[in-house]
């Protein structure tokens, strides 16, 4: 491993410390009424609990009084298990659930300055380092729990070590030791998000290609030979384990992806992610034009390096092949941020082979003088934009306005508490937040026939939501029933029970 220069230490240090520093003053209090969290939450719950059959249960009710769709049966089991000793320490401790989660974005940080080691300078490796540790996307993302940045975690830190371990070959203390930790590691990156299953691919093609000579002499020992299925007997193992303790089905995901057009998928989605990572550089159109700016150096970085960084293409390429033929859906960029680094690191990448080319002396240095006033511009948008963030969280008193923790909802939400009986069933736009902080039966269902045949005791109206003509008509249409009453409401929300 290379020597690093003290100022490269001190720079990196200042810049995480920095990034450390505005999070942690910022967090929110409470979450906003995305429906993701309190599946994860329920799995860890029933985890501890030991309840996961009442919570499968409780699942496929949902599921089949459902007006519309609502997400797997259950999550992949990795990040409930990861929140478990944080939900066994704290209890339902949202906030700590948040910080814990934010640990996992600070140590990707660190990653990613290593992971570009031998191929990028140090500089332009901070630079990346700073363009995650200040970008607005992770500061208003970290008030989610969710299982992106863990998955960014251990999708870094699997590349990283088939990086070092397999192309490099250096290894921690020895190489058993080191091929038991990439195993694991590979393992849990699945066991997070499906998509992991990509860091055994990557695994194997890397494996294929340096070790190809080696594993076709005849002469070489058994035991040498062996010793390369190290990382694939551990991930074995552990799916074995795996498939023996956790209940997981995966009908969902085959039947969103076989239930669909794949022409309309694809044009949908070629055109929403070649879109999408211009949020990364930024919100606003003015600096929405950096991304359009990189997009020919990274493609020239990809192209001019496509052997010689085979892995991280191959990622790239495996990614964007899952992410074009899934479903088209507007879940914004949290679905690519573990590709961010790559793309990053082909545009720095390709801006300094582009340079290297036998070009106009001038140009070049006009070039260059560009390139660092862009960053530069950008980091500093960063800045005020978290500065800006900051202020705001202070000025609305660090509260979620908008949520199951405010005012309006909490008060809806110990109504039903309180004026329920625990086997009333409920029907609300967020069916499993609900249940979650209610410990009611809870759906999602905008046809009113449906509701009064199944004798759905209350039905839960968020004012706000008007996302569809037809949720704005089922507000409408309820309240002219004749087969409900209203039994309160407040500025946010209305509770009607079926006579």
Known sequence: MEKFKITTKILLIFIISLSIFLNLISFKRGHTWGDDFA???AQTKSFIENSVDNLIEEQRFLEQYSSELHGPLLYPWGFPILLAPVYKIFGFNILAMKIYIFLFFIASLFILFFLFEGILNERLRLLIVTMFALNPVFFYFKENVLADVPFLFFT??????????????RFFINRYISFVILGFVIFFAYFIKIQGIILFLILFLCHVVEYRELLNKRDILLKEKCFHLIPYVIIALCMSVKG???YENFEYFFYVLLNQDIITTLKKNIVYYLILPSEFFSSKAIFKFIYF???????YGFIANIKKDYPFAMFMIFNALILLVFPFTTQGIRYILF??????YYFLKGFVEFNMLELNRGYKKVCIGAMYFIMATLIFSFLLRDVNYIRKVYKENRYTHEGPYSKNATEMINFIINFTKPDDKLVFFKPRALRLYTNRKTVVNYNIDDIVNHRFKYVVVYKNDMEHDY???FRYDI???HFFRKIFENDEYLIYELI
């Open 39 to 41: 599946l994860y939450i």
């Open 471 to 473: 949720r704005i008509k």
């Open 339 to 344: 590709i961010l680094p790559f793309y990053c």
């Open 244 to 246: 023996i303790i956790f």
């Open 479 to 481: 309240d002219k029933s």
């Open 293 to 299: 700016f990189s997009m020919p150096f990274a493609f």
């Open 156 to 169: 870094l830190l699997g590349m990283w070590l088939i990086k070092l371990y397999i192309i490099e070959k």
